[in-house]
Structures are given as structure tokens and as C-alpha cells.
């Protein structure tokens, strides 16, 4: 059965520094990856996703991410944190030949000026 | 283009009350999906619709939880009796159709507390 693991549950950065939220990937098929973002009362926001083309990823407000498949992981970046970046972030797998979304527990994003 | 709409936003019921909440998908979507978020965790799949037939229900509570989508556009999901555990937020979420692949947009959620 697929899952995803995100690695932190809290990451602090300051404005202006780079941003890493880890996730790691457990999948018996090529899995189609996806990172959503929440903001506080707001529905979830896909940022990007895999779906097995090209490894590195590029989403919407700067973020990408890269799948690694030797390391199961898909690790989402930014350059450069923004305020507005502070939110929740899910990692996300969806099931082999499904629609079916497994969440990982999220990871929170606080950012200081 | 409008989002998928939800209501209501928020809800407080004591336990062994009923509750229905509604949701308006994107539209054009075929696949509609219920979602359930405890605090603190990630958003857990409740039921699938793809137009107006249900494709995965295998983590619905059935003896609680009722969904339908009669005219394959807009849904229901109601909880009869709540439970103390079902506090959490309800989302809903739509996608074009149906192929592993799809985005799924989600509507604002809706957030219940039961006391």
C-alpha cells in the first residue's frame, strides 16, 4: 500500500531564506506525488504534482520539488520564503490506477520576519 | 470559474444530533469526493462519487454516515447520530473525471464541532 511520511511537523525560516519540507514515499508502482498547501480557513491549494514525467517539478509562488526515486523521496523547496508562505503543507501519493489521496500529516510552515 | 462551494461553514451540534452538509463541485467535474480532516492530521477520504454512482465508500462509518449525489452534481453528507470523534473539518473536493491522475480542487471545508 502506498503512504507518505512528511519528515518535520514544524519548520520555522526566516523571510528572505530558503525553505525545505521533506517527505518520503512508500509505493510498490510508479506513484503519482503531490504536494497541497492549507492556509488557515482555506480549502486545500495544489501547488504541484508528479505524475512521472519530468523528476523536477515546478509549481505555483516559486515552489518545486524533486522526485527521487533511488531515495523515495519528493522534497518540496522554495529560495526564498515569503510571509504569506505560512501555512500547513501536505505531502500527498495517490493510490496505484485510483483517485484514491493519501495524506501525509502535514507539515506546519511558520515564517518570521 | 467558480470553485467547489460548501455549506455550511461551521457547525455545532451535541452528540446523538444529525447533520447534513452540502457541496457544489466545480462544474463539469464528474468525480466528486468527501473528505474528513481530525485537528491535526491529514485530510482522510470518506466516499467517491463518480457522476452519481459511488465509486469507494470502504472508509465511510456506514452505521453514521449517509452521502448521496442524486443528479451527479451536488452532494449531501450526513452524519446521524454524531459522535464526540466526529468533530473534525468535512471537505469536499471535485476533479474533471476520473483517471488516477486528476487534480482534485477542494471547497473551504466545513467545520464541525460536537458536544
Known amino acids: 500500500a502506498q503512504s507518505v511520511t512528511q519528515l518535520d511537523s514544524h519548520v520555522s525560516v526566516s523571510e528572505g531564506t530558503p525553505v525545505l519540507l521533506r517527505c518520503n514515499y512508500s509505493?510498490?508502482?510508479?506513484?503519482?506525488l503531490f504536494w497541497y498547501v492549507q492556509h488557515p480557513n482555506k480549502g486545500l491549494q495544489l501547488l504541484l504534482k508528479?505524475?512521472?514525467?519530468?523528476?523536477l517539478v515546478k509549481g505555483i509562488n516559486g515552489f518545486e520539488a524533486e522526485f527521487k526515486k533511488s531515495e523515495t523521496s519528493f522534497h518540496l523547496t522554495k529560495p526564498s520564503a515569503h510571509m504569506s508562505d505560512a501555512a500547513e503543507y501536505f505531502c500527498?501519493?495517490?493510490?496505484?490506477?485510483?483517485?484514491?489521496?493519501?495524506f501525509g500529516t502535514g507539515t506546519r510552515l511558520q515564517v518570521f520576519p | 470559474e467558480a470553485g467547489v462551494a460548501q455549506s455550511p461553514r461551521y457547525k455545532i451540534i451535541e452528540k446523538r444530533q444529525s447533520v447534513a452538509f452540502w457541496c457544489n463541485p466545480i462544474?463539469?467535474?464528474?468525480?466528486l469526493y468527501w473528505y474528513q480532516q481530525i485537528l491535526g492530521q491529514g485530510p482522510k477520504l470518506l466516499i467517491q462519487?463518480?457522476?452519481?454512482?459511488?465509486?469507494?465508500d470502504s472508509q465511510l462509518p456506514k452505521d453514521r454516515f449517509s452521502a448521496e449525489r442524486l443528479k451527479g452534481v451536488d452532494s449531501t453528507l450526513k452524519i446521524q447520530p454524531a459522535k464526540l470523534e466526529d468533530s473534525a473539518v468535512y471537505l469536499c473536493?471535485?476533479?474533471?473525471?476520473?483517471?488516477?491522475?486528476?487534480?482534485?480542487?477542494f471547497g473551504p471545508g466545513t467545520r464541525l464541532l460536537v458536544l
Open positions: 473536493a471535485s476533479s474533471l473525471e476520473s483517471s488516477g491522475r486528476e487534480t482534485q480542487y
Open positions: 462519487f463518480q457522476n452519481n454512482g459511488v465509486v469507494d
Open positions: 500527498v501519493v495517490s493510490e496505484y490506477n485510483t483517485d484514491k489521496l493519501i
Open positions: 508528479y505524475t512521472s514525467a519530468a523528476t
Open positions: 462544474s463539469g467535474h464528474a468525480t
Open positions: 509505493s510498490s508502482y510508479s506513484p503519482s
